[in-house]
């Protein structure tokens, strides 16, 4: 089902913060046993987050719930996009980007762009540097040369891939 894009001219007020991998389960189970909100199911059972994926979130797969971060950017209580940080188990003080993701209907707002600005101001307040994920076509297109940009004037090191 195709959801239709909310209009650019309308002019959306995102809030953006950092969360934990549990305070994430929390808001996704609300206290029940199975996912209480549909947007975090995978995108071909009607999620809205492309690369996300439930089963990763810390804690799951024996990592640390404390391994992984999850920058959002809400609206009106609701998670409009999500980004996963994990810690580099190899390099002291890292955090690869695992993925950026922008629910359809709040893409072409400039949530992902600030949203990568949460990125690197947690990393910058915490003295980590990030390594940066391997883009999907689009994310190549759109978000590469502002993550790049955001590095170099945050003064977090960015590790590029070629």
Not at 49 to 75: M, T, W
Not at 79 to 87: F, M, R
Request: aromatic share 12%.
């Amino acid at each position: 089902m195709e959801l239709p894009k909310i209009e650019k001219k309308e002019n959306l007020d995102f809030s953006y913060k950092t969360i934990t991998g549990k305070e994430l389960l929390d808001r996704i189970y609300q206290g029940e046993s199975l996912p209480q909100d549909s947007r975090f199911l995978p995108k071909e059972r009607g999620g809205a987050f492309k690369y996300f994926n439930l089963s990763e979130v810390g804690g799951f797969l024996g990592d640390r719930v404390d391994d992984k971060f999850y920058p959002i950017a809400e609206i009106s209580g609701e998670v409009a996009g999500l980004a996963e940080l994990e810690k580099d188990p190899y390099k002291e003080k890292n955090f690869w980007i695992k993925f950026i993701s922008v629910d359809e209907k709040y893409q072409g707002q400039g949530c992902a762009t600030k949203l990568v600005g949460e990125i690197f101001q947690f990393a910058k307040d915490r003295g980590y540097s990030l390594e940066e994920s391997f883009y999907s076509d689009e994310g190549e297109q759109k978000l590469k040369k502002r993550v790049r940009e955001l590095a170099e004037k945050s003064g977090v090191e960015l590790i590029l891939h070629k």
